[in-house]
């Protein structure tokens, strides 16, 4: 029943006009939007009605939630599923937005059951089922550049995508078969080991090293990469960019 009222109620925020004001923010915010083919172009403006609709927002830390906002986050969350059939991340209901980086509580084990508790800045988190949290200080850059490998909303809802698997992210988003399964975890390893001896060597990569954290964060940092300088990561990582391509199913270079 909660299904069928969820379908009806997607049904009915999609029969709206797609806002006039809108896509004038999206010149400006969402530049990438302007060169997909027009069949994507339709699938994302509805993906944003949805999304924009169908959340709650919260503005933190002073900040007042404004359509500028909200269809900006929208825009780049919903680029990701563009080649999935209608998803629009259900299972985030609550989106975070801080003017700038926000202090959050931080626990550290240190060892023999010892836990160091304090806090630590936050560009952004994601949690199991949301809420996504976003700072939109670190999110203008990028959106007004269109260029660079940064983007902190394609970030945050890679590790969305990776929590489908369960509560603890580690890299692996769903894949649909287990050939694919297994070539995934057989690239994205041997890249991220190729990745940990660069930096140990102090080598310069198109990979940001914070890739390094963990194989969640690989993950997260490489969907940025691929959809900001997709170019750049089939020439140094093409392995990388192929299991992307074919997770995502689409080719933002072209």
Known sequence: ???????YRRRHMLTHP???????ILVRTAPFRQHLDAAFREKLD??????VNSR???GCGGLCIEDEHRVTIAAHAMRL??????????????????PSPYEAPHRQPIGSGLVLEGHSSRRGESWYHG???????DIVPTIHQDCGPHNLILHEFAHQLDYRN??????????????????????????????????????????DQYATTNMAEFFAVTTELFFESPHLLSIQWPEVFRVLKRFYKQDPGT
């Open 56 to 58: 709650v927002w919260e």
């Open 18 to 24: 797609f806002p006039g004001m809108w896509e004038a």
């Open 1 to 7: 029943m909660a299904q069928l009222f969820q379908n």
């Open 81 to 98: 599923t563009l080649g999935f059939e209608d998803d629009y991340f259900d299972d985030v209901e609550t989106v975070l937005v801080y």
């Open 166 to 207: 369960g509560s603890e992210a580690d890299g692996v988003p769903p894949i649909e078969s287990a050939e694919q399964a297994d070539e995934w975890i057989s690239v994205m390893d041997a890249a991220y080991d190729r990745l940990l001896k660069q930096c140990k060597r102090g080598q310069a990569t198109s990979i």
């Open 46 to 51: 509805r993906g944003i009605m949805y999304f």
């Open 131 to 137: 809420p996504v949290i976003l700072a939109w200080s």
